[in-house]
């Protein structure tokens, strides 16, 4: 596992650095998250609105819309596909992304354009790397 400040970037998962996002594929699906960066800079999440299952996303689409005491935002989709699952314990208790961001995956999608949209996305040691800058800049440590 690769770690910086304190935010954990687990091996076997990809991470979507424009988006702030991890992806664990599983078969023919894909859980998504939010990175641990995210979830320390967007400090205790109280709210989250995900799209419904069912709901067809392009790569770069809202899939979910985050609130939390200091930051309102969008969470985008890393794939193009179709919304499979939304886990209802984040629905209910949305930080528990803060208390584990890798656990505590949002959606699942099956996703339609995996291989090409694979090479936007980063293994643990390049995405470590390249939130070294902005972990910096958000001025965030993850624990």
Known sequence: MSEYKGCRFPEGLFYDTEYHVWVKLEGEEASV???DPAQAYAGEIIYIKVKDVGTR???GSIAATVESAKYMGPMRSPLTGTITNV???VRSSPSLINQDPYAS???KIKPEKLNEEL???QDAKS???KYKAIID???VQCR
């Open 57 to 59: 996303l392009e790569r």
């Open 33 to 35: 998250g939010a990175t």
């Open 137 to 139: 800049e958000w001025g």
């Open 127 to 129: 995405a470590s790397q």
């Open 87 to 89: 886990n209802e314990d």
């Open 119 to 121: 090479s936007r996305l």
């Open 105 to 107: 995956w949002v959606f």
